[in-house]
């Protein structure tokens, strides 16, 4: 089972008991978040497509830590005029770890199930 979770202007696939790293996040180490902006649900033939959102689901999820990327070097080099620049960027992320894929569905009957099967 996994989701695909907005946030950060991108989508993730988030699978519960790994590591995914996003865009930077304003949250400490150790700081329990939940994502609840899922675009999808995919739990083999019970799979949900969200309208924009699926609104009957959760992400819980925990920083293991803020970070920055290896640099990447640009260079910049216009022929015959002599011009050269050289820039290096290392871009910021948060390191989250997926604790747990929480959907909430209502039966026919009515009655709340959760999608632990």
């Known amino acids: 089972m996994y989701a695909i979770v907005e946030t950060g202007g991108k989508q993730y696939k988030f699978e519960e008991g790994k590591y995914t790293d996003i865009e930077l996040l304003e949250a400490q ?3 329990k978040i939940v994502f609840d902006k899922i675009v999808m649900l995919v ?3 019970k799979s949900k497509v969200g ?3 699926v609104t009957s689901a959760t992400v819980d999820a925990t920083v293991v830590k803020n970070d920055k990327a290896k640099k990447v070097i640009v260079y910049k080099q216009r022929p015959k ?3 050269r620049v050289k820039q290096g960027h ?3 992320f948060t390191r989250v770890m997926i604790n747990k894929i929480n959907t909430k569905a ?3 009957k009515g009655e709340e199930t959760t999608g632990e099967e």
Do not use: A, F, I
Request: aromatic share 6%; proline share 6%; hydrophobic share 0%.
């Open 29 to 31: 180490k150790d700081e």
């Open 106 to 108: 209502k039966s026919s």
């Open 90 to 92: 290392r871009q910021q």
């Open 81 to 83: 005029k002599g011009t």
């Open 51 to 53: 309208t924009p959102y």
């Open 43 to 45: 739990n083999g033939k």
